[in-house]
Every structure is written in C-alpha cells, then in structure tokens.
C-alpha cells in the first residue's frame, strides 16, 4: 500500500523559507515520477512542481519559477519542496503526489491522478 506522508509545513513571515518533504512508503520510489501541488482556501488543486523518475527532470508552474525548488532523494524515499521568498499568497496546503504507473512522467501534472499524501499547510503571514 502506497503511503505519502507530509512534513515541514508551517507559519512563516513573508520573505522566509520553509522545506517541504514527503516520504514515501510501499512503492519503488525510485520508478516513480513525484510532484507537488497546492490547495488554497476556496481554489482548486493546483500544481505547483514536478519531477521525473528518471534524470531528474523538473518542471515548474511558470508563476513560481525561481522561487520554488523540487528535489529528490532516492536513498530517503523522500522529495523535497524549498520554498523562498514566500509570499502571503503561497498560503495553502501543500500535497505530495506519486505517479499512477512507475517508468513514466505520464499525467504527472493532472490533479486526478496517482497517489496522494493528507498534505501539510503552509501559512505565510504579512
């Protein structure tokens, strides 16, 4: 059974850092294509970074580029989210996604597939 599970969220000033991580469970972590995604009050789920289960291949939402880091660690089962420069708007909770099918990127940005973690909440405060 797969599990994701959510860490490092929190309240943060505008301008501050935080590091999100997610761990994985129950899956060949290393096949798997990951991703993070966001929900803020009364918005839908939007995505916010990926990256490949192979080469380390990332993607970003354009609006986030530059602040926004993706990474993974293998050995750890464990991707990472480095947000800087946060902004009151990057308030949501933040959710960690596993592909639906190892060796592939397919639908790794869609918000209606794969595997999901219960997410971490973000608040940044002016």
């Known amino acids: 059974q797969v599990q994701l599970v959510e860490t490092g969220g929190g309240l943060v000033q505008a301008g501050g850092s935080l590091r999100l991580s997610c761990t994985a469970s129950g899956m060949a972590f290393s096949n798997y294509p990951m991703a993070w995604f966001r929900q803020a009050p009364g918005n839908e789920r939007e995505f916010v970074a990926s990256i490949s289960w192979i080469g380390g291949v990332t993607g970003y939402t354009d609006s986030l580029k530059g602040r926004f880091t993706i990474s993974r660690d293998n050995a750890k089962h464990t991707v990472y989210l480095q947000m800087n420069s946060l902004k009151p708007e990057d308030t949501a909770v933040y959710y960690c996604?596993?592909?639906?099918?190892?060796?592939?990127?397919?639908?790794?940005?869609?918000?209606?597939?794969?595997?999901w973690g219960q997410g971490t909440r973000v608040t940044v405060s002016s």
């Open positions: 996604k596993a592909g639906a099918r190892p060796r592939t990127n397919h639908q790794i940005e869609s918000p209606s597939t794969g595997y």
